[in-house]
């Protein structure tokens, strides 16, 4: 079969391997219909090899599918039922699953497509960007599509259901979204484009998407904003959203991209006694939050968000994709054949125009 594997710094290629088989009596073979390029995959694109991601290992957390085969333990699940898988695995029955907690599920993490380090489940890293995934856990990792969404015509909305909607509406509810709130999101890329979504979803009054790329935040108009910021300059947005807020600043502000200079921007447009949620990555390749601590304290802000929460969200975004609460298909601006993955990765690095995300059809 066909599989998207890391072979080095930029260097993505599709190569046929095994296909993949039941290793454990609670696994399932998914084939893959649609899967997504994430902008987290972006760092191991760059940097892989710095940040430990051997030579060969398949790639890609957000994909979509067909259950074509089901271990002897799997109760919930058979072939031909039509599944969105989690990013990352849970067993369902830890003290952490039981919680909600899916992401830190004492059986060890493990993210489809991420480096030996996190996947303790026998057998190669499995990546979602390939023709066949092997799922652990099957039952609580993959969740069901109700009939009513099975077609491929809705496949470009589910799929972000997976992780950016995911992590987006993660932002928005730990940010403290309600009804009538001011939302502030940082960034216009799919996450926060997910982001405005799910605060316009939640019935925030404003919603203000702060970035640089007009394509995009046209998008994030469509998707529920009511302003949109284009700017670079940290003071100039700061001003702006003031003024949108009687001078006092959001009570919820979400950066979806969250290295030094776009947290500092958070905390410039947060309100006394506000909530920032972080929830990008970009510590993850060492650009660390910078977060002044004397204001924190002064003003009472919390600093909120955090990792993709597994499947914690997933069901309850999938049933209002079904009532038509939300559709945020449109972050994929692209839709290319598996064997166009390495174009694919390099469209979505260069942030060239009209650009936002991709999707892979095997």
Not at 249 to 278: K, T
Not at 308 to 333: N, T, W
Request: charged content about 20%; overall charge negative.
């Amino acid at each position: 079969m066909r599989a998207t594997r890391f072979h080095g710094d930029r260097d993505i290629r599709v190569d046929h391997v095994p296909e993949p088989t039941i290793e454990r009596s609670t696994d399932a073979l998914v084939q893959v219909t649609l899967a997504g390029i994430c902008g987290s995959d972006l760092h191991f694109y760059r940097a892989g090899e710095s940040l430990g991601f051997p030579a060969g290992e398949r790639v890609g957390h957000e994909f979509m599918g067909t259950v074509v085969a089901v271990g002897p333990d799997v109760r919930g699940l058979a072939a031909g039922d039509r599944v969105v898988a989690s990013p990352s695995v849970a067993c369902g029955e830890c003290e952490l699953c039981r919680e909600g907690i899916f992401y830190a599920c004492a059986q060890g993490l493990g993210f489809f497509g991420f480096s030996p380090a996190f996947w303790h489940y026998g057998g190669e890293v499995q990546g979602g960007q390939s023709e066949l995934v092997r799922v652990p856990f099957a039952d609580t990792t993959l969740i069901p599509v109700p009939q009513s969404l099975a077609g491929p015509e809705h496949e470009a909305a589910l799929l972000p259901t997976i992780d950016v909607m995911n992590t987006g509406w993660h932002g928005a509810t730990t940010a403290g979204v309600s009804p009538g709130a001011v939302a502030v999101v940082i960034g216009d890329g799919a996450v926060g484009l997910c982001s405005v979504h799910a605060s316009a979803a939640m019935g925030a009054d404003q919603v203000i998407c702060i970035g640089h790329h007009e394509d995009r935040l046209s998008v994030a108009e469509r998707l529920g904003a009511t302003t949109v910021i284009s700017s670079r300059d940290g003071e100039e947005v700061r001003e702006r959203v003031r003024e949108l807020t009687r001078g006092q600043g959001a009570p919820a502000v979400i950066a979806s991209v969250s290295g030094a200079g776009p947290l500092a921007l958070a905390q410039g447009c947060v309100r006394a006694g506000g909530v920032i949620s972080c929830i990008g990555m970009d510590q993850v390749v060492g650009e660390q939050p910078q977060i002044d601590w004397m204001d924190q304290f002064l003003r009472n802000i919390t600093i909120s968000g955090g990792l993709v929460p597994g499947r914690r969200h997933v069901p309850d975004l999938i049933a209002l994709v079904e009532g038509g609460k939300i559709d945020p298909s449109p972050v994929f601006s692209h839709r290319l054949p598996l064997e166009r993955a390495p174009e694919g990765y390099r469209l979505m690095e260069e942030r060239a125009d009209g650009v936002i995300k991709v999707a892979l059809a095997p």
